[in-house]
């Protein structure tokens, strides 16, 4: 990226974050002191003057604006998806909101109305979501053409170099072009083009314009890095580091400081303290409540199972959980009784006979899962997390994949990281099993909340809904 993009790709995104503030503080006043509003809720005291909230905007955006930078908002470009950078507004949203609150509660020299700082809330938020996407828009037209992107170069030949290459050269949006290869030995990935070796990666980088190197250290051969810092000496470009560390062994997830020496954590329980807490917490209150708004529902999809076919209404099954223990999975029935006893425990395809008419259209919506908020409220699941398989399979996978017992340190999920990116059904366990393991090492709440928020998505697309 030259220097002209660096600087006015943040400057925009700054002014529009700073237009959506003040915007929605204008827009807040003017709903909260209109004549339809007023007349609902009368005006206490004299109506503010202007002035005071002019100061309010100005304060408000500055404080946003803060949180934001510090935040790593104005960082680009951004790999993250849209979910992701918008979550992010929120997350760094509400500290400057509190801020702001916490600062008019102790000057007494104005008095603001309450209504209006609620109003506020919404309307400065909704506009700095609304802003947040069309300045993504926005950039994903530029990147396209080819305008503010990062030039970069990989050097070394690790297993994960060729990954990693193919992911940014298919999406262009995420603002950078993988110009070439450095090293001795050329990385197989099709329109990849050597651009040297190491010795002399500073005249490439003035050569080719690069701005970043992403280095792929491959394993059991000499670390390129010293050798690369050298040759960098005296130009301005960044390195990007992959650490050729294998999944089973864990990633760097954060660096601890024991007397002054740095400690990677590779592997930590992601439940600890009050982190369990407040997820268990969390899978109590929204499972009581779904539960409860969807009794109607379950009601009728009862009825209707019990008339399409003969035998039970839910179906009981065995999963693994968390610590591989075992537990009772509640299902409606959607398949015909004795649906396995010629087969044995086999997974579910397209077009299976086994199916009833009431539970293909069930298993299309994921209707069939809804007795499993129950499991949710009982401890056995979460309402994220992976999906519980049976132990048939599990004694299996355990058996072929290298650290599959990683997706046990969770409680299974209602939903999950791999059935919100398509990986459900007859797909793939390898590849399930790598978003397993992502998501037990990268867990959050809102890591849970963009799951849940994507499930709609998946559920509408239906993609290996069988």
Request: charged content about 20%.
């Amino acid at each position: 990226m030259n220097s002209t993009g660096k600087i006015w790709l943040p400057t925009a995104a700054l002014l529009l974050d700073a237009w959506a503030v003040l915007i929605g503080v204008w827009l807040a006043f003017v709903i909260r002191f209109s004549q339809p509003v007023t007349e609902y809720i009368p005006i206490i005291t004299a109506m503010p003057p202007i002035e005071w909230y002019i100061m309010l905007a100005v304060i408000f955006a500055f404080l946003t604006l803060f949180s934001f930078l510090a935040g790593g908002l104005y960082r680009f470009p951004r790999q993250d998806s849209m979910l992701d950078e918008l979550t992010s507004v929120i997350k760094y949203y509400m500290p400057a909101y509190t801020l702001m609150l916490a600062v008019l509660f102790f000057y007494r020299n104005a008095s603001f109305s309450r209504l209006t700082m609620a109003i506020l809330f919404l309307t400065s938020g909704g506009f700095l979501l609304i802003g947040r996407i069309f300045n993504r828009w926005l950039r994903e037209k530029l990147y396209s053409l080819g305008v503010a992107v990062r030039r970069a170069a990989v050097v070394g030949d690790g297993d994960q170099a060729v990954p990693i290459v193919r992911h940014i050269m298919q999406h262009p949006e995420f603002g950078i072009e993988v110009v070439g290869s450095i090293g001795y030995e050329m990385i197989p990935v099709e329109g990849l083009k050597s651009l040297g070796v190491i010795e002399n990666t500073g005249q490439t980088v003035s050569e080719y314009g690069l701005d970043t190197l992403i280095i792929a250290p491959a394993a059991g051969k000499k670390d390129v890095l010293p050798q690369l810092v050298r040759a960098c000496y005296g130009v301005n470009v960044d390195f990007l580091y992959l650490p050729d560390i294998h999944p089973s062994n864990g990633r760097p997830k954060k660096v601890m400081d024991v007397a002054g020496i740095p400690l990677w954590t590779l592997k930590e329980n992601p439940f600890n303290g009050w982190h369990g807490v407040v997820k268990r917490a969390a899978d109590i209150v929204f499972s009581s409540f779904l539960i409860l708004v969807a009794s109607p529902l379950i009601l009728i999809i009862a009825i209707t199972v019990k008339i399409d076919s003969s035998g039970s209404v839910f179906y009981r099954q065995r999963r693994i959980g968390l610590d591989g223990c075992e537990f009772d999975c509640l299902k409606f029935r959607s398949m015909k009784i004795d649906a396995e006893a010629e087969t044995g425990a086999v997974w579910a395809k397209p077009g299976d006979e086994r199916v009833t008419r009431i539970g293909r259209m069930l298993r299309r919506w994921s209707m069939d899962e809804l007795p499993q908020f129950w499991n949710v409220l009982k401890g056995d699941m979460s309402l994220v997390g992976p999906r519980p398989e049976r132990p048939e399979f599990v004694s299996q996978f355990e058996k072929m994949i290298n650290g599959y017992h990683e997706r046990h340190r969770v409680r299974a999920g209602l939903t999950g990281w791999a059935q919100v990116n398509g990986l459900r059904g007859d797909t793939p366990i390898e590849e399930r099993t790598k978003y397993d393991r992502f998501y037990v090492e990268n867990w959050s709440m809102l890591f849970d909340l963009k799951i849940i928020m994507m499930t709609g998505l998946a559920i509408i697309k239906g993609e290996n809904s069988y």
